[in-house]
Nanobody, 124 residues
Framework: QVQLVESGGGLVQAGGSLRLSCAAS????????MGWFRQAPGKEREFVAA????????YYADSVKGRFTISRDNAKNTVYLQMNSLKPEDTAAYYC?????????????????WGQGTQVTVSS
């Protein structure tokens, strides 16, 4: 089992920045990817970004490339999502997730463990 706890959400004006954190505990030794997903009201949960736990390779949705940066601190078992140049359409609940498979870095179904989510609201 892997437990995930997100923090760092909040209300920010368009053009502003936020940094989300996700602390992992439990059986973290067999994690391949850590990812961030988001879900806006009435929409499907969508992939935002992922990082490989060992090598640090990163993957991004086209909608956030150049604005968001995912990183990890293995010593702290923590993954971060730095979000810059935020837009109102970034408003959503953001979820951290852990993937124990070497395949499907961006596939929601490949992630077995999820955090409780943290709300990000971007005002125009």
């Amino acid at each position: 089992q892997v437990q995930l706890v997100e923090s760092g959400g909040g209300l920010v004006q368009a053009g502003g920045s936020l940094r989300l954190s996700c602390a992992a505990s439990g059986r973290t030794f067999n994690i391949y990817y850590m990812g961030w997903f988001r879900q806006a009201p009435g929409k499907e949960r969508e992939f935002v970004a992922a990082v490989s736990w060992s090598g640090g390779s990163t993957y991004y949705a086209d909608s956030v490339k150049g604005r968001f940066t995912i990183s990890r601190d293995n010593a702290k078992n923590t993954v971060y999502l730095q979000m810059n140049s935020l837009k109102p359409e970034d408003t959503a609940a953001y979820y951290c997730a852990a993937n124990q498979s070497p395949y499907g870095s961006s596939a929601r179904g490949a992630y077995a463990y999820w955090g409780q989510g943290t709300q990000v609201t971007v005002s125009s």
